[in-house]
């Protein structure tokens, strides 16, 4: 059965605000492997890459995945930069778009619309959301 995953960084984070990107970027990958083993070889040359979030996959493959959420934010070209060393699925995804997202759910579910203070679980909650829906 796979599983798609979203993984974060804290590194890569802190290079991709360094060059411009925004720090909220995130590595989203479908797998049948088990998901630690996946993201502890790590990706874009670090290794401190943690599971922010992972569901079942629905027979989604790793490609229609991608193919999917490239609609919506912004992948991160591995061969336009070398520090990404070929790793794809990295996403450089915008606050605003996570915090519209649930501003709109809360407010289709009746919830107190509330300021919202956005976590790396929301934004791996959007993903996997785009993802699949």
């Known amino acids: 059965m796979a599983v798609i995953f979203v993984a974060r ?5 802190k290079w991709a605000s360094d060059v411009g990107f925004s720090k909220h970027v995130f590595k989203v990958g479908v797998t049948e492997e088990p998901v630690k083993a996946v993201v502890q070889a790590g990706w874009a040359g670090e290794s401190d890459w943690t ?3 992972k569901e079942d996959a629905q027979d989604l493959t790793e490609n229609e995945v991608l193919e ?3 609609r919506k934010e912004k992948l991160i070209d591995p061969e336009y930069y070398p520090r990404l060393k070929g790793a ?5 995804v915008s606050a605003t778009n ?5 501003l709109v759910s809360k407010a289709l579910a009746g919830e ?11 934004f791996a909650a959007y993903l996997i959301r785009n993802a699949i829906g």
């Open 88 to 92: 794809r699925g990295i996403f450089r």
């Open 68 to 70: 999917r959420l490239a």
């Open 98 to 102: 996570v915090q519209n997202h649930i």
């Open 51 to 53: 599971v922010v979030k």
């Open 112 to 122: 107190d619309i509330g300021e919202v203070k956005l976590k790396p679980a929301d």
């Open 9 to 13: 960084s804290p590194s890569f984070s």
